[in-house]
């Protein structure tokens, strides 16, 4: 069964510095991957997703990913981090067997912003 | 567009009680899921619907949840005689076939 690992359950950022959050994911192809974010009191959002191609996809809110095959990981990174980004990121994996969408989540990594 | 609505917002029940929560999907979305997310983890699938129909059920579904989604549009989940360990946050997702899911903010369970 496909797993995904997100190593880092809290990080704190100073507001402008950079920001790259960690994902790893365990499956035996190439799954389809994602970055959700949720608010306090808030749905998850999608931030981007990859499929195939391109493996540097751009999202929502200055937000990229990197797919590396090598590395089985997608990390999410940002250049200049804003308050508003305070919240907790989910990295997720689907199958890419056009059935179900059903999603596999990491654990989650919590982002604190500093002033 | 009115996104995924899920009601209530918060449910807090005595162990032993049965619960249902509600979940409206966006509209025109013929797939909705059904998620669970405790404390300090990311949502775990529990079933999904394509129309009316329910496809797939996780291990995590005991036989004292069920869910339905009779017409194909909104949907419940049920929750017979809560144990301590229901106590979680409930999320409804909804999408078109092979499209993004939009997920509702959540029915947050607290069982006493």
């Known amino acids: 069964a496909q797993s995904v690992t997100q190593p880092d359950i809290h990080i704190t950022v100073s507001e402008g510095a950079s920001l790259e959050l960690r994902c790893n994911y365990s499956?035996?192809?190439?799954?389809?991957l994602f970055w959700y974010v949720q608010s306090p009191g808030q749905g998850l959002q999608l931030l981007l997703k990859?499929?195939?191609?391109?493996?540097l996809v751009q999202g929502i809110k200055g937000f990229e990913a990197e797919f590396k095959r090598s590395q089985s990981s997608f990390n999410l990174r940002k250049p200049s981090v804003h308050w508003s980004d305070a919240a907790e990121y989910f990295c997720?994996?689907?199958?890419?067997?056009?059935?179900?969408?059903?999603?596999?989540f990491g654990t989650g990594t919590r982002l604190t912003i500093i002033p | 567009d009115t996104g995924v609505s899920q009601d209530p917002r918060h449910k807090i029940t005595k162990r032993g009680q049965n619960v249902t929560f509600r979940c409206d999907p966006i509209?025109?979305?013929?797939?909705l899921y059904w998620y669970r997310q405790t404390l300090g983890q990311g949502p775990e699938f529990l079933t999904y619907f394509q129309n009316e129909a329910q496809l797939e059920k996780s291990r995590l579904l005991s036989d004292r949840f069920s869910a339905e989604r009779p017409k194909g549009s909104f949907s419940t989940l049920e929750i017979q005689r809560t144990e301590q360990g229901d106590s979680a946050m409930y999320l409804c997702a909804s999408s078109r076939v092979r499209e993004k899911l939009f997920f509702g903010s959540g029915t947050q369970l607290s069982v006493l």
């Open positions: 990859y499929f195939s191609g391109d493996t």
């Open positions: 997720a994996v689907q199958i890419s067997n056009f059935g179900n969408e059903k999603l596999t």
């Open positions: 509209s025109e979305h013929n797939r």
């Open positions: 499956y035996g192809a190439t799954p389809y």
